[in-house]
């Protein structure tokens, strides 16, 4: 199921860099404040969401701060519903003016809840994804994100959690 949606977000970013009729639009060239939402589904096909701030330093380096509900998953057959606050920093490779690839590596702390079990956790987390912008304030995302190492304490063992999304962002100008 995740290699669908991974198909999915590169048809859908192919078609939109053909869009030559956006072509006024420049991604995050001034430094400003953003938001965001994303939606998608975790490695075990479980939906997840996120909301994101943001603070784009220059073309090239923004810093965000979000919460994640990771949603359901397993962690050696122990169901948990998770979720993460993260900090992170995020590089970006603009292709043109409406198009970047970004890599984003940072750390998180999740919650992780279930069987009994309530379970906190630190680790990093890091991620790759494609941005388009839609206009000079709207951006949509297609992205991967691993959460290294979540559960632990009374479930007894971690697991990486994959999360697969896409999602819009809104630059305040």
Same mark, same amino acid.
């Given at each position: 199921?995740?290699? +669908?949606?991974?198909?999915?977000?590169?048809?859908?970013?192919?078609?939109?860099?053909?869009?030559?009729?956006?072509?006024?639009?420049?991604?995050?060239?001034?430094?400003?404040?953003?938001?965001?939402?994303?939606?998608?589904?975790?490695?075990?096909?479980?939906?997840?969401?996120?909301?994101?701030? =943001?603070?784009?330093?220059?073309?090239?380096?923004?810093?965000?701060?979000?919460?994640?509900?990771?949603? !359901?998953?397993?962690?050696? #057959?122990?169901?948990?519903?998770?979720?993460?606050?993260?900090?992170? =920093?995020?590089?970006?490779?603009?292709?043109?003016?409406?198009?970047?690839?970004?890599?984003?590596? #940072?750390?998180?702390?999740?919650?992780?809840? %279930? #069987?009994?079990?309530?379970? !906190?956790?630190?680790?990093? *987390?890091?991620?790759?994804?494609?941005?388009?912008?839609?206009?000079? *304030?709207?951006?949509?995302?297609?992205?991967?994100? +691993?959460? !290294?190492?979540?559960?632990?304490?009374?479930? %007894?063992? *971690?697991?990486?959690?994959?999360?697969?999304?896409? =999602?819009?962002?809104?630059?305040?100008?």
């Amino acid at each position: 199921m995740a290699l +669908r949606w991974m198909a999915a977000l590169v048809a859908l970013a192919c078609a939109a860099a053909a869009n030559p009729a956006l072509a006024q639009y420049r991604l995050g060239e001034e430094p400003g404040f953003y938001a965001g939402a994303s939606f998608g589904i975790n490695g075990d096909d479980e939906t997840a969401w996120r909301l994101l701030g =943001g603070y784009q330093v220059n073309r090239n380096f923004a810093l965000e701060l979000g919460y994640h509900d990771l949603g !359901r998953h397993n962690i050696a #057959g122990f169901p948990l519903e998770s979720d993460a606050v993260e900090v992170l =920093g995020v590089g970006r490779l603009p292709l043109n003016e409406q198009a970047a690839l970004y890599g984003k590596l #940072g750390g998180y702390r999740s919650t992780s809840k %279930g #069987g009994g079990a309530d379970e !906190r956790q630190l680790d990093i *987390t890091f991620g790759v994804g494609f941005e388009y912008a839609l206009s000079q *304030t709207l951006a949509a995302r297609g992205e991967w994100q +691993r959460y !290294r190492a979540v559960g632990g304490g009374a479930i %007894g063992q *971690t697991a990486d959690l994959d999360v697969y999304s896409i =999602g819009a962002i809104y630059r305040f100008r």
